[in-house]
């Protein structure tokens, strides 16, 4: 029914943001409902990662990410985000926090002492942050690099299942030692990304500094200009004393 004088001084939205105090000419009044403090805790979901009652680093020193069900976690990374990564520091208890449409908590309101470490779209990862015993890293990197043998060089293309932003042999290392699939990766100490447009969380730069593999084969001895090198497994088990 088009009409050149749609009425108009009552108008409703589906969003509660006030685009302008300026009232206009007409003298507008902008009102929002007002919700319990109960309903607005239930439009907030937070989720615990497993194993986060336990004190203590429950991810590597210096980890530059933490997976959460098919989502990763860059830390450091998101809007608002200050913490930095930190080759002495770990990250202990986590919780994912989504807000909801009307507010949002704080991350010392969900679990005491964490602070926001990663941020994808309006989900915030709190953690507590914990400082890396010097004696224990020393001794875990030491540990972790007997199980490895390094060489200028690359891994398979398009053949690496996990990326993330360490850029440190120690980081990469852990995350490959932690996961019995993986089999080599190749790492660089430089702040390597890509485009990944196919995927949860679509990104024009997803970190990719260190990346795993499944397979053990060199692709080339060429590290490229960012100079990756690439490290595979020694021994495909303890208890088997032969080379992957």
């Given at each position: 029914?088009?009409?050149l004088?749609?009425?108009?001084?009552c108008?409703?939205?589906?969003?509660?943001?006030?685009?302008?105090?300026?009232?206009?000419?007409?003298?507008?009044?902008?009102?929002?409902?007002?919700?319990?403090?109960?309903?607005?805790?239930?439009?907030?979901?937070?989720?615990?990662?497993?194993?986060?009652?336990?004190?203590?680093?429950?991810?590597?020193?210096?980890?530059?990410?933490?997976?959460?069900?098919?989502?990763?976690?860059?830390?450091?990374?998101?809007?608002?985000?200050?913490?930095?990564?930190?080759a002495?520091?770990?990250?202990?208890?986590c919780?994912?926090?989504?807000?909801?449409?009307?507010?949002?908590?704080?991350?010392?309101?969900?679990?005491?002492?964490?602070?926001?470490?990663s941020?994808?779209?309006?989900?915030?990862?709190?953690?507590?942050?914990?400082?890396?015993?010097?004696?224990?890293?020393?001794?875990?990197?030491?540990a972790?690099?007997?199980?490895?043998?390094?060489?200028?060089?690359?891994?398979?293309?398009?053949?690496?299942?996990?990326?993330?932003?360490?850029?440190?042999?120690?980081a990469?290392?852990?995350?490959?030692?932690?996961?019995?699939?993986?089999?080599?990766?190749?790492?660089?100490?430089?702040?390597s990304?890509?485009?990944?447009?196919?995927?949860?969380?679509?990104?024009?730069?997803?970190?990719?500094?260190?990346?795993?593999?499944?397979?053990?084969?060199?692709?080339?001895?060429?590290?490229?200009?960012?100079?990756?090198?690439?490290?595979?497994?020694?021994?495909?088990?303890?208890?088997?004393?032969?080379?992957?």
């Amino acid at each position: 029914t088009p009409t050149l004088q749609k009425k108009d001084s009552c108008r409703l939205y589906k969003v509660s943001q006030l685009r302008s105090s300026d009232p206009g000419s007409s003298g507008r009044q902008f009102c929002r409902k007002t919700v319990s403090a109960e309903a607005e805790q239930e439009d907030i979901e937070v989720q615990y990662l497993n194993g986060s009652s336990a004190n203590g680093c429950m991810h590597p020193c210096g980890a530059g990410s933490v997976p959460m069900g098919n989502v990763e976690f860059s830390i450091g990374a998101g809007a608002g985000i200050e913490y930095e990564v930190s080759a002495d520091m770990c990250l202990g208890n986590c919780a994912t926090v989504k807000a909801g449409l009307l507010q949002t908590v704080s991350c010392s309101a969900v679990l005491p002492g964490s602070e926001k470490v990663s941020k994808i779209g309006n989900t915030k990862l709190c953690c507590v942050t914990e400082v890396c015993p010097s004696t224990t890293t020393a001794t875990t990197a030491s540990a972790i690099g007997q199980n490895f043998k390094c060489e200028d060089g690359q891994g398979p293309a398009f053949a690496s299942y996990r990326h993330t932003g360490d850029n440190s042999f120690e980081a990469c290392a852990a995350l490959c030692d932690e996961d019995s699939e993986c089999k080599s990766f190749d790492f660089t100490e430089a702040n390597s990304s890509h485009p990944e447009l196919l995927s949860l969380t679509p990104t024009l730069q997803k970190k990719d500094s260190c990346r795993l593999y499944k397979v053990s084969q060199l692709r080339s001895s060429d590290p490229g200009s960012s100079g990756r090198q690439f490290c595979r497994r020694k021994w495909l088990h303890a208890s088997l004393r032969r080379w992957v």
